[in-house]
């Protein structure tokens, strides 16, 4: 909706997904973690806020050493389970609810209040529209990465709309 990359600085950012839900509550997080790293892993980290994986940014040394760590995980699982299902959101999770992102510097973004809006889980009467059609934040300011707005119809509407104007 706007340029993402604007005062980004250093670090890495990763996005938060609704609030309401934990590692532990909601359903496929659950079970990626569970079936990444067993049911010890979940008593660990199941209280943590989930990130979605699917929106990261940062600069680039950041961004490279993310990947480093995440690829450090996937080793850890054996292939004949990793051709199969991707983990790649247990990874980010574990590694954000660990700590071991820790050698960054990690900016957490909450959906609604940062440069990433996450709007998978959320109920869309908590989306407040320009009159553009831009998705905002609740400080009125614009959302500059919407992620997963498919999966909400007045979205797509909202964004065919800005999109054809």
């Known amino acids: 909706?706007?340029?993402?990359?604007?005062?980004?600085?250093?670090?890495?950012?990763?996005?938060?997904?609704?609030?309401?839900?934990?590692?532990?509550?909601?359903?496929?997080?659950r079970e990626w973690i569970m079936?990444?790293?067993?049911?010890?892993?979940?008593?660990?980290i199941g209280h943590?806020?989930?990130?979605?994986?699917?929106?990261?940014?940062?600069?680039?040394?950041?961004?490279?050493?993310?990947i480093d760590l995440i690829l450090r995980e996937a080793n850890k699982v054996p292939f004949s389970r990793m051709k199969s299902?991707?983990?790649?959101?247990?990874?980010?999770?574990?590694?954000?609810?660990?700590g071991e992102l820790d050698v960054l510097t990690v900016e957490v973004c909450p959906t609604l209040e940062s440069r990433i809006a996450t709007v998978a889980c959320l109920d869309p009467s908590s989306f407040r529209l320009s009159p553009a059609g831009q998705l905002l934040n609740t400080d009125g300011s614009v959302a500059p990465i919407v992620h997963q707005y498919d999966r909400h119809p007045v979205l797509v509407r909202a964004f065919e709309k800005f999109l054809s104007a």
């Open 48 to 66: 943590g806020q989930v990130s979605c994986s699917g929106v990261t940014l940062g600069d680039a040394v950041s961004v490279r050493r993310y």
């Open 35 to 44: 079936d990444a790293y067993g049911e010890d892993m979940l008593k660990k």
């Open 85 to 98: 299902r991707v983990y790649d959101q247990a990874f980010h999770n574990k590694l954000l609810h660990i």
């Open 1 to 29: 909706q706007s340029e993402p990359f604007h005062g980004l600085g250093s670090g890495l950012h990763v996005s938060m997904e609704s609030s309401t839900f934990s590692l532990a509550t909601e359903p496929l997080n």
